[in-house]
């Protein structure tokens, strides 16, 4: 099955050219020629990958890229643009977009980026439709939505729920409070708040307390780590 590709360019030669090379390499491309068309294919279909130009009538790059991922956390959106300014790149970046290629650019780059981010979304993607996570003798099922620790079943609200669950699919991986705060809680972190420091105690007397080996470690000035020290 084609992969499925949505190009928001406005430039109508450099979009016909772009549909042209990646339907060679069999993928299915679908132009809109402004911002608001583009956000009507998107809103009608889904798709694996989305290049966007930034300067767009109607609705800008920068804009759209918001509004998609106001939706959607997990399709690669790639910034195609003539700005090429540092400043131009971070707000790109700010507004969702995981990569930034300028204007001009050599096919083969964007062919070879496109495949990177395909790939690893896939990977993403099997990561989350993973069921049944396990850490030592820490068990996880997402659908009964149970926890049990040496067989024992553990009670937890469902942000503990949550949290647990996100430190189970970045087990081993470092994750500061700012990770924490936008991937579980979806707000920027407050550096005034302790909110995430107490439910993270919350989850230790629960999972860790009584038992061996622990496993949520403190990594002091960078965050957490989830991990079997054993």
Known sequence: MKQ?????EDEKKLADAVQSGL????????????GQEGKD???????????????LPYINGYELCKLIRQKDKRTPIVLLTALNFIDNKVEGFEAGADDYIPKPFEFRELLARIKALIRRADVVQDVANEKLLTVADLEMDIDRKEVKRNGQKISLTAKEFQLLEYFLRNKDKVVSREDIA??????????QTNVIDVYVNFLR?????????????????????LKNEE
């Open 4 to 8: 499925k590709i949505l190009l928001v």
């Open 23 to 34: 339907s060679e390499h069999n993928y299915d491309v679908a132009i809109a020629y402004n």
């Open 41 to 55: 294919l998107y809103m009608n279909s889904s798709y694996d990958l989305i290049l966007l130009d930034i300067n």
């Open 182 to 191: 936008r991937d579980v809680w979806e707000i920027d972190f407050d550096s």
């Open 205 to 225: 007397k629960k999972i860790d307390k009584g038992f061996s080996p622990k496993l949520i470690h403190t990594q002091v000035g960078m965050g957490y780590v």
